[in-house]
């Protein structure tokens, strides 16, 4: 497809689990952003990706959130030892550029609810 | 204070009418706005930006910018019951790609 796919689109996991969120952007864009949105909220920032490198990682809550992009491409978002205050949707967006503030897309996101 | 503030609504408007949805951000050096609507469970999809003061008008959309008021607000003309979803103001700040969000604003069209 073209747009920017995420999976899986649900995840339950049990508290202290570990869990990997996975995300492949337009294909060509070179900025992916990953996004947490509670409900009822707008979408919390994370971190940042410019090809590989993680240009900003200002927004991951604790060092239990880790997030990779070796290729410059597909993104991976790692979650350690779970709690349930982790329990939200995982967005992903790509833009095509950098500079000043590109659109970004928005993947269908990761629903995540730990138990 | 928050960052990007909306007035969570619901805002109710008559099929046909004009709705008007709100923001206001605190970081003055901000350059780009985004209007984002997100149906239910559904992600974020993009509607509008503008980068400069005044308006921008996209079909049935427009978006106004007041950067000496802080303020970004955007029109929905002849509003349909399909337009009823929570709208997104998102802004970004004088230093790096992050969007900042608000918390978005409910809009629900009554047929």
């Known amino acids: 497809g073209a747009g920017v796919s995420q999976s899986p689109r649900y995840k339950v996991a049990k508290r202290g689990q570990d869990v990997a969120l996975r995300c492949d952007p337009i294909?060509?864009?070179?900025?992916l952003f990953w996004y947490q949105q509670a409900l009822g909220q707008g979408p919390e920032f994370l971190t940042y990706?410019?090809?590989?490198?993680?240009?900003?990682k200002s927004g991951l809550p604790s060092d239990r959130f880790f997030a990779e992009r070796p290729e410059g491409s597909v993104s991976t978002l790692k979650i350690q030892r779970t709690q349930q205050e982790d329990s939200a949707v995982y967005l992903c967006?790509?833009?095509?550029?950098?500079?000043?503030?590109?659109?970004?897309?928005f993947g269908d996101g990761t629903r995540l609810s730990i138990l | 204070q928050k960052e990007v503030e909306q007035n969570s609504g619901p805002l109710s408007v008559p099929e046909g009418a004009i709705a008007s949805l709100n923001c206001t951000y605190s970081?003055?050096?901000?350059?780009?706005f985004f209007w984002y609507r997100q149906y239910s469970g559904k992600s974020p999809e993009l509607i509008m930006f503008?980068?400069?003061?005044g308006d921008k008008e996209d079909g049935r959309f427009t978006a106004q910018l007041n950067k000496a008021s802080q303020y970004v607000s955007l029109l929905i003309r002849d509003s349909q019951p399909s337009d009823s979803a929570t709208y997104l103001c998102a802004v970004s700040p004088l230093l790096g790609n992050k969007l900042v969000f608000g918390a978005g604003t409910i809009l629900r069209v009554k047929s």
């Open positions: 294909s060509g864009h070179v900025s």
């Open positions: 970081d003055r050096g901000s350059q780009s």
């Open positions: 990706f410019q090809n590989e490198a993680q240009l900003d």
């Open positions: 967006a790509s833009s095509p550029r950098t500079g000043l503030a590109q659109p970004q897309h």
């Open positions: 503008i980068y400069s003061n």
